[in-house]
């Protein structure tokens, strides 16, 4: 309660006993009156509202005696953050007893805790998160102080009240409403308890370390059955330490202690805020620093989970043991502990944005509600999404944190299904909402993609780690599933020490992918994966689940035009046994095949319930129409059936892009090339999945599979990929964003790429391993459309670690979030035929598409980069004539490219052309009205210029050569909106008439 709309006077015309109950001027300080509902005529109401008011209390205390303890200053004693540790535990069981007080009386529980604003009455003093000092320990201790036997001299509680720096009206003792509610409860009908009931959902003892002996050191949690046990109970937390007693070790003594050796050798206390808040409530300690309002953020969703494990734990009977021990064990505890290593990283980060003396501190910000749902269920989904909330948090902060203890502490908190608290709360929820129908039905992924290796053994799982800076990606073992080939079921699941390709004995391990089936239950809910408590709640079993598998190689069948040449297999999967994939084909020889792979259902089964179907291909072998032929593994196809060893492909055949895909040899005397009739053991095809559900519903779904080599670069990501092309189909060219993190996943795949790439001779050079003209590279392909054979880049440049360094120059600049232009450098869609230099010097760098142009990125990708710069860029300059565009050039290459010493020997008329560039307009009538001298390979007396017409022009011939000048003009100019110099220079001559 939040005490939002009761007032702060003792209540006119109350009933005598209640006005009795609480009239007593002791309970408070001169002036304050103790905080009563004017409604309240019940006194079990009564007994209610202030035991509303001692859990709030509690509540209160616990949290700022923990600051404290968080905040303790370097140098202190290790008692006093240990004995106020303590102290804090035992708040948390008089808050559970409290609790339990309240079931008995068959009350509503309550949990919160007075916040902002305060309000005076039975709290001691104004709910304050303080860091450990003298004056919060003088506060605590008159907390927690007796009222009489407190042993301290006038002098002494004097200077103890000046220290703790509250109002004239001092500190209300905790003792006094204790004292009061022991009164109230004590006159509570009997009947009203529970009695000899169950009070099944009472915390125990055992399930938080408390005791119910009276124990003044131990941790109390006591059930509450009669009005006899609620008496005893409220007094032993009196006399624990907010009510009278004088021993060793109650809270007020271990608060005086603490406080008096303080004192008398202080410490300088840490800079750390009051009040530390996410929500402006106090301006003074509103953390401002964007990273530590995340942390803070992160912060209030655990302290929101242990409070509602806590709630939820007192709602839920103790006749469900695996419930109550998560919401305890996996909520409570798991998150006492979390945020004790969040407060540390909190009171290290600072307040405010460049100020890093003053730091932040735990913020223990109540969450919007406490409450619970009427329905279990709801409960548990809230849970569910206050961890999913943690969870994403978390993966934001980690992807800009480099410390390892925090990194380690923000990966426990990263959802892991397979783990609690994940997986029981997600358990919970299947069970108490069963599905009853399945409105969707999917085989994630949608495309699988095994890849040939002859080793019995299928490759271990693995991630691709990307690096923060621009190194190269690793692999990392990831959680392997090890299934038994004859049953079906996993017999382990395990993470090796390293990723390996190649078994012992040196074979390629085949890359065997699972697809899962995912379900939705409805079409407001999200898809998540069909188990095998899924089927039963459905009335079916494993067995009710069908499997279907067609694949094919219609390589041959393709070219020759004839269906006889296609390999097919096909099978309806029975039971968990891995089962063969043989391909047949009607043109092969009598009981021959060839082998595609296996497919297997995987048993589902209590510890792995996830309904799945793993393929795994064939070894990658070579197959033909001749025996004894060292090529092949088997002689398969029968020659005198049907063509494919014979076949020639004649003119005018729909051939593939690139061509000459199958094996042949040459005939000299017709020219023609022969296929040799060899066959793969690749396929691909469609996996299917069919449920009959009760009542003759049948759903289904289907995914592809196919199989090819093996990755022999599965760290590195292709610039381009088919899920590029298919994303673009799906949702368009144009990007719905384009942000720094994925401006720089394009730049690293196109980094990933160069790496992987012998540069030197893709960029022409000969002589490269002893072979003395080789053609087959970038510069021999650009033949192929009238580009005379020569290097893409100057020799020197072309070695790979300065492409490399090309490439992570902007990688880096995006990265570091540099205002730099992307899209200038990258190759875009419309430029894959430009072989002009400045063309092929675009990035990504000497990669070629199928057509054997120079590749480019999709027009989605250049979409995304130049979205991102339109969000750092400076506004481009106001539109301008291509003449003035002309001027400004001039200037950039007269100012910053030395460009005039070059032409001090280049006559125009009277003058030199570097006696024109500090007059550019007189430097442009020259070059409309001059013509070439013969030099850099151009003839003499060709105009400069021809108007309107760049291609015929002299000087733009002259740019676009390979000499010094065509460098200067091939770069983009930043002031000039990133255009190259030659694109300014023929817009010009365009526009001239």
Same mark, same amino acid.
């Given at each position: 309660m939040?005490?939002?709309?009761?007032?702060?006077?003792? #209540?006119?015309?109350?009933?005598?006993?209640?006005?009795?109950a609480?009239?007593?001027a002791?309970?408070?300080?001169?002036?304050?009156?103790p905080?009563?509902d004017?409604?309240?005529?019940?006194?079990?109401?009564?007994a209610?509202f202030l035991? !509303?008011?001692?859990?709030?209390?509690e509540?209160?205390?616990?949290?700022?005696?923990?600051?404290?303890?968080?905040t303790?200053?370097?140098?202190?004693?290790?008692?006093?953050?240990s004995?106020?540790?303590?102290?804090a535990?035992?708040?948390?069981?008089?808050?559970?007893?409290?609790?339990?007080?309240?079931?008995?009386?068959r009350?509503?529980?309550?949990?919160?805790?007075?916040d902002?604003? &305060?309000?005076?009455?039975?709290?001691? /003093?104004e709910?304050?998160l303080?860091?450990?000092?003298?004056?919060?320990?003088?506060?605590y201790?008159?907390?927690?102080m007796?009222?009489? =036997?407190h042993?301290?001299?006038?002098?002494?509680?004097?200077k103890?009240r000046?220290d703790?720096?509250?109002?004239? $009206?001092g500190?209300?003792s905790?003792?006094?409403?204790?004292?009061r509610?022991?009164e109230?409860?004590?006159q509570?009908?009997?009947i009203?308890?529970?009695?000899?009931?169950d009070f099944?959902f009472?915390?125990?003892?055992?399930?938080w370390? =408390?005791?119910e002996?009276?124990? @003044?050191?131990?941790t109390?949690?006591r059930?509450?059955k009669?009005?006899?046990?609620?008496r005893?109970?409220?007094h032993?937390?009196?006399?624990?330490?907010e009510?009278?007693?004088?021993?060793?070790g109650?809270?007020f003594?271990k608060?005086?202690?603490?406080?008096k050796?303080?004192?008398?050798a202080?410490?300088?206390?840490?800079?750390?805020?009051?009040?530390?808040?996410?929500?402006?409530q106090?301006a003074?300690?509103?953390?401002?620093?964007?990273?530590t309002?995340?942390w803070?953020?992160l912060?209030n969703?655990q302290?929101?989970?242990?409070l509602?494990?806590?709630?939820q734990?007192?709602?839920?009977s103790?006749?469900?043991?695996?419930?109550?021990?998560?919401?305890?064990?996996?909520m409570?505890?798991?998150?006492?502990h979390l945020l004790?290593?969040?407060?540390?990283v909190?009171?290290?980060?600072p307040?405010?944005?460049?100020?890093?003396?003053?730091k932040?501190?735990?913020?223990?910000?109540?969450?919007?509600?406490?409450?619970?749902?009427a329905n279990?269920?709801?409960?548990?989904?809230t849970?569910?999404?206050?961890?999913?909330?943690s969870?994403?948090l978390?993966?934001?902060i980690?992807?800009?944190e480099t410390?390892?203890a925090?990194?380690?502490?923000?990966?426990?908190l990263?959802?892991d299904?397979a783990?609690?608290?994940?997986?029981?709360?997600?358990?919970?929820?299947?069970t108490?909402?069963?599905?009853?129908?399945?409105?969707e039905?999917?085989?994630?992924?949608?495309t699988?993609?095994?890849?040939f290796?002859?080793?019995?053994?299928?490759?271990?799982?693995?991630n691709?780690?990307?690096p923060?800076?621009?190194g @190269?990606?690793?692999?990392?073992?990831?959680e392997?599933?090890?299934?038994?080939?004859q049953?079906?079921?996993?017999?382990?699941a395990?993470?090796?020490a390293?990723v390996? &390709?190649?078994?012992?004995? =040196?074979k390629?391990? #085949?890359?065997?992918?699972?697809l899962?089936?995912?379900?939705r /239950?409805?079409?407001d809910?999200?898809l998540?994966?069909l188990?095998?408590?899924?089927l039963?709640?459905?009335g079916?079993t494993?067995?009710?689940? !069908?499997?279907?598998?067609?694949?094919?190689n219609?390589?041959?069948?393709?070219r020759?035009g004839?269906?006889?040449?296609?390999?097919?297999?096909?099978?309806?999967?029975?039971g968990?046994?891995?089962t063969?994939?043989? =391909?047949a084909?009607?043109?092969f020889?009598?009981?021959?095949?060839?082998?595609?792979?296996?497919v297997?259902y995987?048993?589902?089964?209590?510890?792995?319930p996830?309904?799945r179907?793993?393929?795994?291909p064939?070894a990658?072998?070579?197959?033909?129409?001749?025996s004894? $032929?060292?090529?092949?593994?088997?002689?398969?196809?029968?020659?005198?059936r049907?063509t494919?060893?014979?076949?020639?492909?004649?003119?005018?055949?729909?051939s593939?892009?690139?061509?000459?895909?199958?094996?042949?040899?040459?005939?000299?005397?017709?020219?023609? /090339?022969?296929?040799?009739?060899y066959?793969?053991?690749s396929?691909?095809?469609?996996v299917?999945?069919?449920?009959?559900l009760?009542?003759?519903?049948k759903?289904?779904t289907?995914?592809?599979?196919?199989?090819?080599?093996?990755?022999?670069?599965?760290a590195?990501?292709p610039v381009?990929?088919?899920?590029?092309e298919?994303?673009q189909?799906?949702?368009?060219?144009?990007?719905?964003?384009?942000?720094?993190d994925?401006v720089?996943?394009i730049?690293?795949?196109?980094?990933?790429?160069?790496r992987?790439?012998?540069?030197?001779?893709?960029?022409g050079n000969?002589g490269?391993?002893?072979?003395?003209q080789?053609?087959?590279?970038?510069a021999?392909?650009?033949?192929? &459309?009238?580009?005379v054979?020569e290097?893409?880049f100057?020799?020197?440049?072309?070695e790979?670690a300065?492409?490399?360094?090309?490439h992570?120059?902007?990688?880096?600049?995006?990265m570091?979030?540099?205002a730099?232009?992307?899209?200038?450098?990258?190759?875009?869609h419309?430029?894959?035929?430009?072989?002009?230099?400045?063309?092929r010097?675009?990035?990504?760098?000497?990669?070629?598409?199928?057509?054997?142009?120079?590749?480019?990125?999709?027009?989605?990708?250049?979409s995304t980069?130049r979205?991102?710069?339109?969000?750092?860029?400076?506004? #481009?300059p106001?539109?301008e004539?291509?003449?003035?565009?002309m001027?400004?050039?001039?200037?950039h290459?007269?100012?910053?490219a030395?460009?005039a010493?070059n032409?001090?020997?280049?006559?125009?008329?009277?003058?030199?052309?570097a006696?024109?560039f #500090?007059?550019?307009p007189a430097?442009?009538? &020259?070059?409309?009205?001059?013509a070439s001298?013969?030099?850099f390979?151009l003839p003499?007396?060709?105009p400069?210029?021809?108007?309107?017409?760049?291609?015929?022009?002299?000087?733009?011939?002259l740019?676009?050569g390979?000499?010094f000048?065509?460098?200067?003009?091939?770069?983009p100019?930043?002031?000039?909106?990133?255009r190259?110099?030659?694109?300014?220079?023929?817009?010009?001559?365009?526009?001239?008439?």
């Amino acid at each position: 309660m939040r005490l939002r709309n009761l007032t702060f006077s003792a #209540p006119e015309g109350a009933h005598d006993l209640v006005a009795d109950a609480v009239s007593a001027a002791a309970l408070a300080p001169v002036g304050v009156s103790p905080t009563v509902d004017p409604e309240i005529r019940s006194i079990r109401d009564l007994a209610v509202f202030l035991l !509303h008011v001692a859990a709030e209390v509690e509540h209160a205390l616990l949290i700022q005696y923990l600051y404290a303890v968080f905040t303790v200053p370097t140098g202190a004693k290790p008692a006093w953050k240990s004995d106020i540790m303590t102290i804090a535990i035992q708040e948390m069981g008089h808050l559970i007893t409290v609790q339990n007080v309240l079931l008995a009386l068959r009350a509503p529980l309550n949990l919160e805790r007075e916040d902002y604003p &305060f309000r005076r009455g039975y709290y001691p /003093f104004e709910f304050s998160l303080d860091p450990f000092s003298l004056k919060t320990l003088a506060r605590y201790t008159l907390a927690e102080m007796p009222t009489t =036997g407190h042993g301290l001299t006038a002098a002494e509680l004097t200077k103890l009240r000046h220290d703790a720096e509250v109002p004239a $009206d001092g500190v209300t003792s905790v003792g006094l409403l204790y004292s009061r509610l022991i009164e109230v409860v004590s006159q509570v009908d009997a009947i009203d308890f529970l009695g000899d009931a169950d009070f099944t959902f009472q915390a125990s003892p055992s399930e938080w370390g =408390g005791s119910e002996a009276d124990d @003044p050191d131990a941790t109390i949690v006591r059930r509450i059955k009669s009005r006899e046990d609620a008496r005893k109970a409220l007094h032993a937390i009196a006399e624990q330490g907010e009510g009278e007693g004088l021993t060793s070790g109650s809270h007020f003594r271990k608060f005086l202690k603490i406080y008096k050796e303080f004192k008398a050798a202080p410490l300088p206390v840490a800079h750390i805020a009051s009040n530390p808040n996410t929500s402006g409530q106090h301006a003074a300690g509103e953390i401002k620093n964007p990273s530590t309002r995340r942390w803070a953020h992160l912060f209030n969703l655990q302290y929101r989970l242990l409070l509602h494990g806590l709630s939820q734990s007192l709602h839920t009977s103790q006749k469900d043991p695996s419930a109550r021990k998560l919401l305890i064990d996996g909520m409570a505890f798991r998150h006492m502990h979390l945020l004790a290593r969040l407060a540390s990283v909190l009171t290290s980060l600072p307040l405010k944005t460049g100020h890093a003396k003053t730091k932040a501190g735990p913020t223990f910000e109540l969450p919007y509600a406490l409450g619970l749902s009427a329905n279990e269920l709801g409960n548990w989904l809230t849970l569910r999404d206050v961890l999913a909330s943690s969870s994403t948090l978390a993966s934001e902060i980690l992807a800009n944190e480099t410390d390892p203890a925090r990194q380690s502490l923000l990966n426990e908190l990263i959802r892991d299904a397979a783990k609690d608290p994940w997986k029981t709360v997600d358990e919970r929820i299947a069970t108490l909402r069963p599905p009853i129908d399945i409105v969707e039905l999917r085989l994630l992924p949608p495309t699988a993609i095994a890849r040939f290796g002859s080793s019995p053994d299928a490759m271990d799982n693995y991630n691709i780690v990307t690096p923060p800076g621009t190194g @190269p990606r690793t692999l990392a073992p990831a959680e392997t599933l090890i299934i038994d080939p004859q049953t079906g079921t996993v017999s382990a699941a395990t993470t090796p020490a390293t990723v390996r &390709f190649r078994d012992a004995a =040196g074979k390629i391990r #085949p890359v065997a992918p699972f697809l899962e089936a995912w379900v939705r /239950f409805a079409k407001d809910l999200p898809l998540e994966p069909l188990t095998l408590d899924h089927l039963e709640s459905l009335g079916l079993t494993a067995a009710d689940v !069908h499997w279907r598998v067609e694949v094919g190689n219609l390589k041959a069948a393709r070219r020759t035009g004839v269906a006889d040449d296609g390999i097919t297999a096909s099978l309806d999967l029975a039971g968990h046994t891995r089962t063969a994939l043989a =391909g047949a084909c009607p043109n092969f020889k009598p009981g021959k095949s060839i082998p595609f792979g296996h497919v297997q259902y995987i048993r589902p089964t209590s510890a792995f319930p996830e309904i799945r179907l793993r393929f795994t291909p064939a070894a990658g072998k070579v197959y033909g129409p001749v025996s004894g $032929d060292p090529n092949v593994a088997d002689d398969v196809y029968d020659s005198a059936r049907g063509t494919w060893d014979n076949f020639v492909e004649g003119p005018g055949f729909g051939s593939t892009v690139p061509g000459g895909i199958y094996a042949g040899t040459l005939n000299s005397q017709t020219g023609d /090339f022969v296929s040799l009739g060899y066959l793969d053991d690749s396929c691909d095809g469609i996996v299917t999945l069919l449920i009959e559900l009760k009542g003759g519903k049948k759903v289904s779904t289907f995914a592809r599979i196919a199989s090819g080599p093996p990755d022999f670069a599965p760290a590195s990501i292709p610039v381009r990929t088919v899920g590029d092309e298919l994303l673009q189909v799906a949702e368009g060219p144009l990007a719905a964003s384009g942000s720094k993190d994925e401006v720089a996943a394009i730049l690293r795949r196109a980094l990933d790429t160069v790496r992987l790439m012998q540069t030197i001779v893709m960029n022409g050079n000969q002589g490269v391993g002893g072979v003395p003209q080789n053609t087959n590279n970038m510069a021999g392909h650009d033949t192929n &459309f009238e580009r005379v054979f020569e290097p893409i880049f100057p020799p020197a440049a072309a070695e790979q670690a300065l492409l490399t360094a090309r490439h992570e120059g902007v990688l880096n600049a995006v990265m570091s979030g540099a205002a730099v232009a992307v899209s200038p450098r990258l190759r875009q869609h419309d430029r894959v035929g430009d072989l002009t230099d400045a063309g092929r010097h675009l990035m990504p760098a000497m990669m070629r598409g199928a057509d054997g142009k120079h590749l480019a990125l999709t027009r989605r990708q250049v979409s995304t980069v130049r979205l991102y710069e339109e969000s750092i860029l400076p506004p #481009p300059p106001p539109v301008e004539t291509p003449r003035e565009a002309m001027i400004k050039l001039v200037e950039h290459l007269r100012d910053n490219a030395g460009a005039a010493p070059n032409h001090f020997g280049v006559p125009a008329g009277a003058k030199t052309v570097a006696d024109l560039f #500090p007059d550019p307009p007189a430097l442009l009538d &020259f070059l409309v009205t001059g013509a070439s001298k013969g030099s850099f390979g151009l003839p003499s007396g060709q105009p400069l210029v021809v108007k309107g017409d760049p291609a015929s022009s002299a000087f733009v011939k002259l740019i676009r050569g390979n000499n010094f000048m065509a460098s200067n003009f091939s770069s983009p100019v930043a002031s000039l909106g990133n255009r190259t110099g030659i694109e300014i220079v023929e817009a010009w001559i365009a526009s001239l008439t």
